[in-house]
């Protein structure tokens, strides 16, 4: 009798651990075993150009900023010039908008580079109190941006030990650059400028200034063609 009860209890016990576990083998939804490798692969859309620098990947595509992003910089030739240039830049996809101020910038240092070889042969003194300005483009390649921008400069010019004369130019020209991430948001900005004078406060475009060594005819300064190199760092918003 005991032994009947034993069996009547085990083999049911035993039938029913045995369905569990054959089901459970056989279950058509569970995975198999997948080994895991350790190296991330990297993503697919990026797997195009070559890299320059750890930020940044070389691509035949335009930029495109699908976040707003803004950035601050300053250029390296104003401070050449014993001045201070500072800019903000707002992106957002192939678009962007640029907003810059310089300061006291000395046109006789750095040799007079800046200066045009009549004003240099007149031994004129060239003062710019301030320049600013904006622009607008577009991203074309990679990084690399065309854009137009409106400036106006103002101007103090004098003679060798004579009077300072003041006037304002104004400007509208094409623009071409690189921005080249070097670490997350840090950059470097290459690129070029044409600022041609569209109009100025002075009459005929011209003024003649008194010096030691008599009157002298001085045109108003242009900027013309002109390189530079900035440095900044964009964040998203």
């Known amino acids: ?19 569990n576990a054959f089901a459970a083998s056989s279950d058509p939804t569970d995975s198999p075993a997948v080994h895991v490798s350790a190296t991330p692969s990297a993503p697919r859309s990026e797997q195009h150009g070559f890299n320059l620098f750890p930020e940044h990947h070389f691509q035949w595509t335009a930029s495109d900023a699908k976040v707003p992003q803004v950035g601050i910089n300053f250029g390296l030739l104003q401070l050449g010039l014993g001045g201070f240039n500072i800019a903000g830049e707002v992106r957002y996809r ?61 101007y103090e010019v004098n003679a060798p030990s004579g009077p300072v004369t003041r006037y304002q130019t104004y400007s509208v020209g094409p623009v071409i650059g690189y921005k080249l991430f070097v670490y997350k948001g840090l950059f470097a900005n290459a690129y070029a400028r044409y600022w041609p004078n569209v109009a100025s406060t002075l009459d005929n475009n011209e003024v003649a200034l008194r010096g030691a060594n008599g009157t002298v005819e001085h045109a ?8 530079n190199v900035s440095i900044g760092y964009a964040f998203d918003l």
């Not at 032994?3 to 029913?16: D, E, G, Q, R």
């Not at 908008?97 to 000395?106: I, K, Q």
């Not at 108003?220 to 390189?227: G, L, S």
């Open 1 to 19: 009798m005991l032994c009947k009860t034993i069996v009547s209890a085990v083999v049911p016990a035993f039938m029913l651990t045995t369905a």
């Open 94 to 154: 192939r678009f962007w908008f640029e907003y810059s101020h310089g300061v006291d910038l000395h046109l006789n240092d750095l040799g007079g580079f800046s200066m045009t070889s009549t004003e240099r042969a007149q031994d004129l003194r060239i003062v710019v109190p301030y320049t600013t300005g904006f622009g607008v483009g577009l991203t074309v390649l990679d990084e690399l941006w065309l854009g137009v921008e409106f400036k106006t400069h103002r």
């Open 220 to 227: 108003a300064h242009d900027f013309n063609v002109f390189a």
